[in-house]
């Protein structure tokens, strides 16, 4: 599947974006213009299910969606061996699954969801609830947001293929933490994330991950703190 694409600057560099669930390249808004002003030329994607992109087809939300699905997606549509690819939540999990072949120079796992499907966490199908959030309930969830990134998660919600949460709640059991990375990474937390909690943290030093925390953001941390989620990003760019 050719996903949807949006493009910032016309550098020599390249770096790639991957929304979370729910969102799409919109929500990098923000993020792509700092990396083209830093020389990049940046591509952000609409994963299947989510914004222009194509919605899945098969007989269950399962068979639409889900990390294998979106990794052959970027593969299909992305350019390897990028000088930079970063993921946010579900595209930091989607990116794992894309690296290997992808090949970038370097990637950032932003407070990614590999432990979303852990039993006991919650069930990823509370999500469809958000498709018909209001500005005061998506005001209230993120209260650090700017209003233009909350006039595009109402326009993203509008889009968004709910079974994409569906299809999430099939993996129960499956999630884990990665083995060691197969470039180099950082992964960069939210803090007290609810997604790599502390002893996670250490294990993934241990494999040769990153490990960063920008203080005070929430999940999304680029629209929670761009200057945070940047500067937290030094010696990467």
């Given amino acids: 599947m050719k996903l949807h694409t949006r493009e910032w600057g016309t550098g020599e560099r390249v770096a790639l974006l991957v929304h979370g669930i729910m969102s799409d390249h919109r929500s990098w808004r923000s993020v792509g213009p700092a990396l083209a002003e830093r020389g990049y030329r ?20 399962a068979d639409r969606y889900g990390p294998e699905r979106y ?9 390897q061996g990028a000088d930079l690819a970063i993921g946010h939540s ?21 407070d ?17 609830r958000f498709k018909e959030a209001t500005r005061e309930q998506l005001t209230a969830v993120s209260p650090r947001w700017e209003a233009a990134d909350v006039d595009v998660e109402l326009a993203t919600l509008a889009l968004w293929d709910p079974d994409t949460a569906l299809a999430l709640s099939a993996l129960h059991g499956r999630a884990g933490l990665p083995g060691a990375p ?27 991950y990153e490990v960063r925390t920008v203080p005070g953001a929430g999940h999304t941390i680029h629209r929670d703190d761009l200057p945070g989620f940047l500067a937290s990003l030094d010696g990467w760019l």
Avoid: C, K, M
């Fill in 90 to 110: 579900l595209g930091g999990l989607t990116l794992l699954h894309a690296v290997e072949r992808l090949r970038p120079a370097r990637v950032v796992y932003s």
């Fill in 42 to 61: 940046v591509i952000a994607v609409d994963l299947r299910g989510h914004g222009a992109s194509p919605r899945g087809e098969g007989a269950t939300p």
């Fill in 182 to 208: 197969a470039v180099p990474s950082l992964v960069q937390l939210a803090d007290n994330s609810w997604l790599i909690g502390p002893e996670d943290a250490a294990t993934l030093r241990g494999l040769g």
């Fill in 71 to 79: 990794a052959e997606d970027l593969v299909d549509t992305l350019p």
């Fill in 112 to 128: 990614p969801a590999w432990r979303f499907a852990q039993p006991g966490l919650f069930d990823p199908a509370v999500f469809t």
